[in-house]
């Protein structure tokens, strides 16, 4: 499966953005997705993860109650709604897939999209 992140740019401490990642190739309903980010010198962080239906989420805590993250099988696609962003938010954010729930490790997941970028200013 290909995933193609969107939705990055700058924003003003307190705003919101909403990232999308599409996803093209083998069916996107049989995949659980996550969001991850990395800032350079730091490994890739997770963000969050949605089931393969959608009914269930799980959320690191630096972003729970802020962001939250949807899907939408019938346009193959993930969301991530930010909301209340912070200057620590700033990062590379990528989309992945995985064949297994609840993972919080890059290496539960076997595909990536590229990054798109979010700047927080203070």
């Known amino acids: 499966v290909q995933l193609q992140a969107s939705g990055g740019g700058l924003v003003q401490a307190g705003g919101s953005l909403r990232l999308s990642c599409a996803a093209s190739g083998r069916a996107f309903s049989t995949y659980v997705m996550g969001w991850f980010r990395q800032v350079p010198g730091k490994e890739r962080e997770f963000v969050a993860t949605?089931?393969?239906?959608?009914?269930?989420?799980y959320y690191a805590d630096s972003v729970k109650g802020r962001f939250t993250i949807s899907r939408d099988n019938a346009k193959n696609t993930v969301y991530l709604q930010m909301n209340s962003l912070i200057p620590e938010d700033t990062a590379v954010y990528y989309c992945?897939?995985?064949?297994?729930?609840?993972?919080?490790?890059?290496?539960?997941?076997?595909?990536w999209g590229r990054g798109t970028l979010v700047t927080v200013s203070s």
């Open positions: 949605v089931n393969w239906a959608g009914g269930s989420t």
């Open positions: 992945a897939a995985s064949a297994f729930a609840r993972k919080v490790n890059t290496e539960g997941y076997v595909y």
